[in-house]
Structures are given as structure tokens and as C-alpha cells.
């Protein structure tokens, strides 16, 4: 019973989930008299709006209100952005438009059907402008301009120079370039937004329930923008959260936007968001543009890198965007112990829809060129890629390592768990069955990828957008901080309460398994409260889930508060017992002297004496038993002046080798295998950690194979609903093996990492590389994505001949 | 006979639900799904696009699988309907509830009503089915946190008979 941390218990959301009985945002009616929202949405990319007329609209049956850009100009200021280019970014269009699905319009109505019949009848006049969607031609000084009080779309650009990289490009034996491109593609979890906001005028007080889970710097971001000291906009989340996978934790537009709609039609209002909405206008990853440039020596070792990376954000920046370009800032070498390092970042605005997070968070973007530059360069130098991949791995005894972009590796053993991934996914011996297949015209292929997986985000590195004199001007940012509090009422019953917002990984289950260790009782006795609310629960300005940062960080918050509990429990065993409390532990529902077991006394006694009999509690201890704890790790410091940042306090490590045939006829692959090794330090609970792996990998795979926001050069969607948006299903999964190794953190006080991004970062990149591997009779480059059967056809076709060298 | 019905008029309908009986006037244009979440209060019920292709809507109407977010209510006049509230009384549906834990079948939860009941339906018509046919039936479903592995397994265990 004291071993809970580290075993695979059965969670305790699930029943609720099967029974019908979770409470999502949608199931909710907080508020009497709730009536319902429908949002008109722009149909055109990018267009002045001229006129807008609702009379007809305001008459319909039902209808209470309909709001127009005016009214958000009344009620609200720009969203504060995390770049200087001063950026207006309202929660709707005020006098033009700048993507497909830009809200224009609201009607508030008795019903969702009475507000959708009402939004038909508004008529709005624009005038269309050209549009631009792709990142290069964005740039061009020709493009069409979206935000013209900035009149350029760079929202965002910096350069970075780590170590000696002319140095090292002079000196190395040669250089290999190349370009990449990478998708746009979502989240697409199966619970759409949802907001439900109230407004009582008299207080000027807005309360917002919504399925937003943090991080909760955007409460800043989002009370700022509707004028409001912070404690007069009431955030409230509901424990169950249908998914999110990083989508709904960006700012949702939609709370201001919502509560503006209450406050003007003095109702509380409901709005759910439809599917073809979510596609359209939520959020998504940022399509980018990698160049890279290596400087290597012909026995593979690695000097430089030189990288210019460019996200399009879309047509407004919003927050925490540019921070795509800047979560993996600190591992953008990967594993590997390359020293030199120049960068360029860019943030672009086209007329697509603005972005934010995803699962991955700028790793699928970062590893995809990462890693595919890696075979690459194997190729020119005819090695084999797992030799050049080990050759450049930063060595066991290097921790923690120190990259030149100033992340600290906490711990690892990557050529361990390299070496675990080949062998399980018998790499030689897929070689030699790979010569034969390609003599019968059958394309097998391999590949390999290994990648650092960051977790528990550092506030401050979102300021590297910032140039130092810049970042001069404002309080410096750090940390990670959570925080918790666990109570023991006047009955002995245990409360946990938390601020992590979890949307499905079983936080409440490991929080129980923590406090029931540390406290010594049962597990299912433990009652976690997984509801958010700003006003009442112990956050942070990090509170929330993103960046894998449960396991690091919220998980030691409990941990911490946990300990609390049990230390004043044992000082009033101490003060009652006569016992030093070093001497005591909690055993059985009791606090016994360890040398001496006659001398104990039970939990009851001491719960009790805390809440009934505080006259008998130690000299100056306060009554009651409710302590919140906040945690941070200090390893999560302000960017330095040379632009370094630790950008995430524990770093993670995957090693995946997927096995494939391609059919050259069709272009179709077909994954075999997928081995995949993970490093996330000591598991908490390793069921729910699978989950989160291969949650996480089904998603990299949707991402490499089948998911993209698809837009024509006038802007318009071109994968709007299920049946073109495609996700992976069952059948799509592939075989998958998971083999871990638990190397420690030194810095968690359960030497917990993060997990569950990883194989998104990493799936788009080993899928590419295992197909580019089949095809090497070809001689194909795979530098985009998804890699659809038309992709892959189309560059087999390029290619004129095949030649089939006799040596494969 | 078919009847006109004017716009905004509604018709009465009388369905049983989770055996419980149930008569209401509905507007023809009312979505089944919404009729169950907003009318009778059944939120167990999820909407996931609206379009067909996620599944998570999906309830039992006299023993078939169907998605209610592509049926109108009046279209449930007369018939037997089975929700995820309903499976507390259904034996496939409570092994498979206990399989769908022990497999770590769910994460956010919010696609497995919709995943159960097809699932119930499924191994109601095909009590033995091949690893394949399992995938095959779960592909009319998306779930975005699982990778559907542990659900793949919990749909097995309880072909096999292993489960309690």
C-alpha cells in the first residue's frame, strides 16, 4: 500500500465517462435563463467589411441580440501579443476580415436553432482583397499586406548565433542544405470549444465556464482585453474536457467574445462550437519553412547547423504565438552534440487561421527537418543512418548537458535506448531482408529517429521573441510554477485539490496514487476536485496542461502539499507523543515512532485534534488540516542577455524505428512496425503512460500521413469537414511497440518527466524517413508532407528510371 | 400518409428510452441528438461533428447502431432506444464497460459512449470476431487520445468471455 507511485492502477474518471455522468462543458447549465450563440463567419480570406445589416435578424423569433465588430470596439481592447508589432486582434473582425471563418457577426437567441435561422438573415456588404496564404510569398514586399499599421506580415523576426558557426562551416569537410516544408494540421479532439458566459452588470462582472485548459497567463491576456481587473473575469472549468491536444489551450477568443455577448444582451450566454467552425477558425499547428544548412565531416561528425525557420501564423497573431517558433529553442539540435548553432526565426501572417498549440508544440516542426537532415546527410556520405545518428548522440556521461541555445539536459542515456529501439525493431536483419525485396521489386524501408522530448515549460522562454533590450524593459519571466492543496476534514476524509485542467490524462488518478502514498491510506479514499476556477482553486500563471508538464510539475505541486499535511500531522504526534518527529512515521492509520511502536497514536486522534480541540495543537501551529503547496524548479530562468533559455525544465528522450513497404504503383505505405523507446525518468503510473504514448503516436501519424488544413491561393478551406480532414482510425493504426527506460530526473522530487508529445514530434519525421529508405532505388527526397499515396506517386514518376543497384 | 407539417409546428412523438417512455413535441428539424441532450436530458450522448463520421453520437434504435446526429427526432417516433445511460442494464454493455478500464480504453471519455454502444450492437451480431473485424467496426468511430489500442483490446477481451 505504500508503493502506489510507479504502479498501474485503474483510474478513477472512468466510471463517470462510461456512465454518461462526465460533465463537459456542453452537459452544463450554470446559470438560470441561458439562451444561445451563432456566430456568422467571414466567407472571404481577406476583404473590407463595408456594411452590416441585422435589422431583419433583430425581429426574428427568439432572437435578444446581435453583436457586430462595434460592439466588440465598445466593450474591449487588442489582445496583448508577446511580440512588439503592435497587432490589433479583437475576438471579432472590426472593419475587415483576414481569414475564411473570421467572426462577424453574433446572434444571441432562446435557441441554437433560432440564432442559426437569425445569422442567415444578416446581410453584410465587403469589398474582397487579394489574398495570400503561402509563407514565401508573404514575405515578398510585393504581398498583400493583412495588418496595414504594421505594413509588412513579419510579425516577428529574430537571429541567434550560438558558438563559432563560420567557424565551423569554414572549417568543416563540406556542407549539406536543404529545405523543408511542413504542414498545417490540428487537433481535432472530438469535444468542440464550448463557452458558456454570464454578465452581472451591477459588478461589472464577467463569469465565464469554458473547456479552456490553461495556461493561465492567458486569464491575463484575456481579462486585459475586456477591460476588467482580473478578479472581475471569472474563469471556471469543468473536470471533464473531451480532449484538446493542445487546441484548447491557446487564448480562446471566444470567452471574450462570449461575455462581450452577454453583457449586451443581458443574458447568459451559451455557444458550442460546430465542427466545420472548429476546422475553419479554432486552431491549429503553424505551417512552416525550414532551411537548413550542415557543416559536416566526411566521417559524419557534425560541426554546425545554420537553420532559418518560418511559421505562419496566420492572420492574426495570437497568444502564446510566436511561441511555436520558440518551445523547442532550447533543444534545436535534438540529441545531439553539435556546438554550433546560428538562427533565424520569422513569424508570418497570411490569411489562414491563427494558430497555437498543438501536442508537439513546434517539435513536429523542429524534428521533421531535424531528422530527416539526418538521413540526408548518412546518404551523402554513404553511412548508414543509424551509425551517423549514434556518432552525433550526445554521450551517457554528459549530463546534464548544456546546449549551445542554453538548454540543460537534466538526464539520459540515448545510445542506451537507441540501441533498445534497433534492436527490438532487429534493424541489421531488416537490412538484409530490404536487399532482397528490392531485388523482387518490393520496397521495404526503415527509419529512425531520435529526439529530445521538453516538458514543464519555462514561462520565460516565449521572451526569446523579444531582443534583450527589448526584454530589458519588463519584469523578467520564469519559471513553471503550480500549485495544490490537500485537506483532511473534521471526518478524516481526504481532498485534493488541483489546477492542472486535465482533458483526459487521468490526472485525477495520479493524484490519488500520490496523496494516498505520502499520507498512507487508500487510494480510492482520496477525492480529487479537477474543476478550475480562478477565483477559488491554487494556480499559477502556468497552471493548466500543456507541455507535458503533469508529470514534472503539477505532480510535485501534489506532492509538496501532500507533505505538508503529513508533517503537521506527525508535529502534533510529536507534541503529543513526546516522540522527535524525525522519529515518526505514518503506519496503518497511525503515527508510530519508528524504533519504538508501542509509542503511537492514531490519524483520527491527530484529524481531530486539528479541528476540534486546536487548544491541544502545538504552541503557534494554526487549526485545521489545508495546505496548499506552489512549486516551481529553479532550472526555469529568464532568457539570459546572449539570448540562452532553458526552455523546459526536464528533458525527455525517443528513440522510434518504423519498419514499411511502399507500393510504387500507388504510392500507398504501409507501416509494419513501430518500435518506440522512451526516457521519461520513473513512470508515476505506466498504464496511463502507454495511454499517453499512444495517444500521442496516432496523432504523429495523422500528422505524417493523413491530417492538413488545406487551403487554395484565395484562402479558401479546402478540408472543412471529417470527410476530408482525416484523422486516423482504427484500422489506420499500425503495430506498435513501446519499450521504456527510466533514468531519473534529478530535479523532480519523483524524478518524473513529461511524455506524450514525443512520437508527435518524432512520427512525421521516422514515417518520412522509413519511406525515403523504401524508395532509395528511386533516389526521392521527402522534404514535405502529409505523405499521401499522390505525394509519394507523383515523385516516383519524377524520376525517370529505376536503377536497382546490384550491391543493395 | 405523409402530412404536411408548417414551419415551426410540432409534432408529438412517443419513444421509449432506456426503458422509460417518453412523449414530446418536437419541431420536425429537431436533431435525435439534440432531442436526447436538450429535451430529455440525456447528455451521456455526445456531439462530435454533426456530420456522421465520428460516431460519438452513436445510440442503439430497436438493437441498431445509428448516429444520432444524423437522424431528426421525429424520425425516432416509435422506436426503442438504448444510451450509454442505458448500459447499467445491458450484460455486453457492463463487460464491456469493465473491459474498456482495465484496457485503458478511455482517456477524455468523450468519444467511448458512441464507441460502447457500437461496440454492444457489434458483438451483439458477431459474438466471435476477428482482431480485424473489431478495427473494421471501430474505424466508424474516431478517438483521439487512445490510439484506439487499449479499446482494440477491451472490444477482445470481451469476445473471449474473459471478463467479468
Redesign the interface.
Known amino acids: 500500500m505504500t508503493d502506489k507511485i510507479g504502479h498501474s492502477i ?2 478513477v ?3 463517470r ?6 460533465s ?1 462543458v ?2 452544463l447549465e450554470p446559470f438560470a435563463n441561458v439562451h444561445h450563440a451563432a456566430i456568422l463567419r467571414s466567407p472571404y480570406a481577406h476583404a473590407n467589411i463595408k456594411k452590416i445589416n441585422a435589422e431583419q435578424a433583430l425581429t426574428m ?1 427568439g432572437v435578444v441580440e446581435v453583436l457586430t465588430g462595434e460592439d466588440i470596439l465598445e466593450h474591449t481592447k487588442p489582445f496583448p501579443v508577446g511580440v512588439s508589432e503592435p497587432i490589433n486582434y479583437y475576438s471579432m473582425a472590426v472593419d475587415k476580415v483576414r481569414f475564411v471563418g473570421e467572426p462577424v457577426a453574433v446572434v444571441v437567441a432562446k435557441d ?2 433560432l440564432a442559426e435561422d437569425a445569422v442567415d438573415a444578416i446581410k453584410v456588404e465587403y469589398e474582397p482583397l487579394d489574398a495570400v496564404v503561402d509563407i514565401e510569398e508573404a514575405m515578398q514586399h510585393d504581398a498583400p499586406v493583412l495588418h496595414e499599421n504594421i505594413g509588412t506580415n513579419i510579425a516577428n523576426q529574430r537571429f541567434y548565433d550560438y558558438g563559432n558557426s563560420d567557424k565551423a562551416f569554414e572549417e568543416a569537410d563540406m556542407v549539406i542544405s536543404h529545405k523543408f516544408n511542413f504542414p498545417k494540421y490540428s ?6 470549444y464550448g463557452v458558456i458566459a454570464d454578465y452581472t452588470s451591477s459588478e461589472n462582472q464577467y463569469t465565464v465556464w469554458s473547456n479552456f485548459h490553461g495556461p493561465f497567463t492567458l486569464h491575463t491576456v484575456m481579462s486585459a482585453a475586456l477591460n476588467v481587473p482580473s478578479n472581475q473575469l471569472r474563469l471556471m472549468v469543468p473536470k ?4 484538446s ?1 493542445g487546441i484548447k489551450s491557446g487564448m480562446f477568443p471566444y470567452i471574450v467574445l462570449m461575455g462581450v455577448a452577454a453583457r449586451k444582451a443581458g443574458v447568459p450566454v451559451k455557444w458550442t462550437e ?2 466545420q467552425e472548429n476546422l475553419l477558425a479554432s486552431s491549429s499547428g503553424t505551417d512552416r519553412v525550414t532551411w537548413i544548412d550542415a557543416a559536416v565531416n566526411k566521417d559524419g561528425t557534425i560541426l554546425g547547423m545554420k537553420m532559418k525557420m518560418v511559421d505562419n501564423v496566420g492572420g492574426y497573431i495570437r497568444a502564446p504565438e510566436p511561441a511555436s517558433l520558440y518551445r523547442t529553442h532550447s533543444n534545436t539540435l535534438g540529441a545531439y552534440k553539435i556546438k554550433n548553432l546560428q538562427m533565424e526565426t520569422v513569424a508570418v501572417m497570411t490569411n489562414k487561421s491563427p494558430t497555437g498549440l498543438i501536442r508537439g508544440y513546434g517539435g513536429q516542426q523542429l524534428y521533421f527537418p531535424l531528422e530527416r537532415m539526418m538521413q540526408h546527410i548518412a546518404k551523402k556520405l554513404d553511412m548508414d543512418a543509424a551509425e551517423l545518428v549514434e556518432k552525433n548522440l550526445i554521450p551517457s556521461d554528459a549530463f546534464p548537458y548544456e546546449t549551445p541555445s542554453g538548454g540543460i539536459y537534466d538526464s539520459g542515456n540515448y545510445q542506451k535506448a537507441l540501441k533498445t529501439a534497433l534492436d527490438t525493431a532487429q534493424y541489421n536483419e531488416f537490412r538484409q531482408k530490404q536487399k532482397e525485396a528490392w531485388k523482387k521489386g518490393k520496397y521495404l524501408g526503415i527509419g529512425l529517429a531520435a529526439i529530445v522530448e521538453p516538458s514543464g515549460s519555462n514561462m520565460g522562454y516565449v521572451t526569446v521573441a523579444l531582443t534583450p533590450e527589448e526584454r530589458e524593459q519588463s519584469l523578467p519571466k520564469s519559471g513553471c510554477a503550480e500549485g495544490a492543496t490537500v485537506s483532511i476534514d473534521p471526518r478524516g476524509s481526504v481532498t485534493v485539490r488541483i489546477s492542472t485542467v486535465p ?4 490526472h485525477e488518478t495520479v493524484a490519488a496514487q500520490i496523496v494516498s502514498e505520502v499520507l498512507n491510506v487508500e487510494a480510492d479514499k482520496v477525492k480529487v476536485i479537477a474543476e478550475m476556477d480562478t477565483a477559488t482553486n491554487p494556480w499559477s500563471v502556468a497552471s493548466g496542461s500543456y507541455s507535458s508538464r503533469f508529470a514534472p510539475i503539477g505532480s510535485s505541486a501534489i506532492y509538496q502539499a501532500a507533505q505538508k499535511v503529513r508533517n503537521k500531522l506527525l508535529r502534533i504526534a510529536e507534541h503529543q507523543l513526546g516522540e522527535p518527529f524525525q522519529h515518526l512515521t505514518i503506519k496503518n492509520g497511525r503515527a508510530v515512532a519508528e524504533e519504538d511502536e508501542t509509542k503511537q497514536i492514531s490519524l483520527k486522534r491527530l484529524i481531530g485534534t486539528a479541528h476540534w480541540n486546536p487548544v491541544d495543537l502545538p504552541e503557534g501551529m494554526e487549526p485545521g488540516l489545508h495546505e496548499s503547496a506552489f512549486y516551481t524548479i529553479s532550472a526555469a530562468k529568464a532568457p539570459a542577455k546572449d539570448d540562452t533559455v532553458n526552455g523546459s525544465v526536464t528533458y525527455g528522450f525517443v528513440a522510434d524505428v518504423v519498419t514499411v513497404e511502399v507500393d510504387p504503383d500507388t504510392g500507398e505505405v504501409e507501416i509494419l512496425d513501430y518500435v518506440t523507446v522512451h526516457d521519461a525518468g520513473k513512470l508515476l503510473n505506466p ?2 503512460a ?2 499517453q504514448i ?6 504523429g501519424l495523422g500528422g505524417a500521413m493523413y491530417e492538413e488544413l488545406a487551403y487554395d491561393d484565395n484562402g479558401q478551406l479546402l478540408s472543412g ?3 476530408d480532414y482525416l ?1 486516423p ?3 489506420e ?1 499500425p503495430n ?1 511497440t513501446i519499450e521504456h527506460q527510466e533514468t531519473p530526473s534529478p530535479l523532480t522530487p519523483l524524478g518524473a518527466k513529461g511524455l506524450g508529445e514525443g512520437n508527435t514530434m518524432s512520427a512525421p519525421a521516422v514515417i518520412a524517413n522509413a519511406v525515403t529508405d523504401a524508395l532509395t532505388p528511386f533516389d526521392i527526397m521527402i522534404d514535405d508532407l502529409p505523405l499521401s499515396p499522390d505525394r509519394i506517386w507523383r515523385k516516383i514518376q519524377e524520376k525517370k528510371r529505376v536503377v536497382v543497384k546490384e550491391e543493395f | 400518409m405523409i402530412k404536411k407539417v408548417e414551419s415551426k409546428e410540432k409534432m408529438k412523438i412517443q419513444t421509449v428510452i432506456n426503458g422509460k417512455s417518453y412523449e414530446k413535441e418536437v419541431e420536425p428539424r429537431k436533431l435525435f441528438s439534440d432531442f436526447l441532450r436538450e429535451d430529455v436530458g440525456l447528455t451521456g450522448t455526445h456531439v462530435g461533428c454533426e456530420h456522421g463520421v465520428c460516431g460519438a453520437c452513436t445510440v442503439l434504435m430497436d438493437g441498431k447502431a445509428v448516429r444520432s446526429c444524423l437522424m431528426f427526432a421525429v424520425q425516432a417516433d416509435g422506436t426503442k432506444i438504448e444510451t450509454v445511460e442505458g448500459l447499467v442494464n445491458n450484460k455486453t454493455g457492463r463487460s464491456l464497460k469493465a473491459a474498456f478500464s482495465e484496457h485503458h480504453a478511455l482517456q477524455c471519455g468523450f468519444c467511448t459512449p458512441g464507441i460502447l454502444m457500437s461496440s454492444v450492437e457489434f458483438l451483439n451480431e458477431n459474438p466471435q470476431p476477428e482482431k480485424q473485424e473489431i478495427k473494421e467496426m471501430l474505424s466508424g468511430h474516431l478517438c483521439r487520445c487512445t490510439g484506439y489500442t487499449g479499446i482494440v483490446e477491451a472490444v477482445q477481451q470481451t469476445t473471449d468471455g474473459n471478463s467479468k
Open positions: 485503474r483510474r474518471e472512468d466510471a465517462l462510461m456512465s454518461g455522468e462526465g463537459y456542453d452537459d423569433e441554437r436553432y487537433a481535432t479532439p472530438v469535444e468542440n471533464d474536457i473531451g480532449g491536444y460546430d465542427r482533458s483526459g490524462q487521468g498504464t496511463i502507454n495511454g499512444l495517444g500521442g503516436l496516432a496523432h469537414s471529417f470527410m484523422c482510425t482504427a484500422t493504426v506498435i
